[in-house]
């Protein structure tokens, strides 16, 4: 019988893993069942009632946000970045807003270590291959991919080098210190920075930097909630300075990103 062999290797021996009806199996018999919505688990850490990655709310709060637009510059400039005709690792892909566009023109394989948000993620793209599995221990072999995209998402430098062939490359996009000023103003009374964008890594090369920088202004309360609810600083701010979003009908903010490529040496 012909096996399709997957983009991804068992998490447990690290060989092929084949596709066959509902499951990935491995030839020594290592099987792990493919979801409903379309997604695969091979996250070996999975302990009852632990939570991994981000949750329900914050996906759904993100999904919301994102559909209305605010960030499309930033997903066209990274799908300008990357070019086409490439092997894409989307390394944190979330609920697949990113990846979708990207593989229009591109072979992409996406991993996340919330199961929530590669429920929405392969309702998204159902013709690509998504997996639970975490940036520290990336399912893929060596030198397989040319191209890893990294959004907002942790940093892996060793497991990123190993993915990437020779010459391959490391797009990364990273806040810029004013990046959502606006909506912390807002909130706190003494708002922060962010910490500045480091260009530097070891074992790369630095091929180009851009600056994207704008502001978005958030109509109605929903879009403003949404975009608080999908960022960390929900979870860090206490309830007092957390009501002083649901007064607000209008938000004006800065988004600053900068979009990293990297050849790896």
Avoid: W
Wanted: proline share 4%; glycine share 6%; hydrophobic share 35%.
């Amino acid at each position: 019988m012909f096996l399709k062999e997957s983009d991804f290797l068992c998490p447990v021996c690290r060989a092929k893993l084949f596709a066959l009806p509902s499951q990935l199996k491995c030839l020594k018999g290592h099987g792990f069942d493919v979801a409903k919505q379309g997604y695969v688990n091979l996250l070996l850490d999975n302990a009852h009632n632990k939570r991994h990655g981000d949750d329900k709310l914050m996906v759904k709060s993100r999904t919301k946000f994102l559909e209305k637009g605010y960030y499309e510059p930033l997903r066209n400039a990274v799908c300008d970045v990357i070019g086409s005709g490439h092997k894409v690792l989307d390394s944190g892909c979330g609920e697949g807003y990113y990846t979708e566009t990207i593989a229009r023109n591109n072979s992409v394989c996406g991993i996340d270590i919330s199961k929530d948000a590669l429920k929405v993620a392969a309702k998204r793209c159902e013709t690509f291959s998504f997996a639970v599995a975490s940036i520290g221990d990336i399912p893929l072999k060596n030198g397989s991919r040319d191209v890893i995209i990294n959004i907002f998402a942790p940093d892996s430098p060793d497991e990123f080098s190993r993915v990437l062939c020779d010459g391959g490359r490391l797009i990364t996009v990273q806040p810029m210190e004013r990046h959502l000023l606006g909506l912390k103003s807002a909130i706190y009374d003494e708002p922060y920075l962010n910490p500045a964008v480091e260009y530097e890594r070891d074992g790369f090369e630095l091929l180009s930097k851009e600056e994207l920088k704008y502001s978005i202004t958030l109509d109605c309360n929903e879009d403003i909630i949404s975009l608080f609810k999908m960022t960390p600083y929900y979870y860090k701010t206490g309830k007092a300075d957390q009501e002083k979003l649901t007064k607000l009908d209008t938000l004006t903010t800065e988004v600053e990103f900068c979009i990293l490529e990297y050849r790896k040496l």
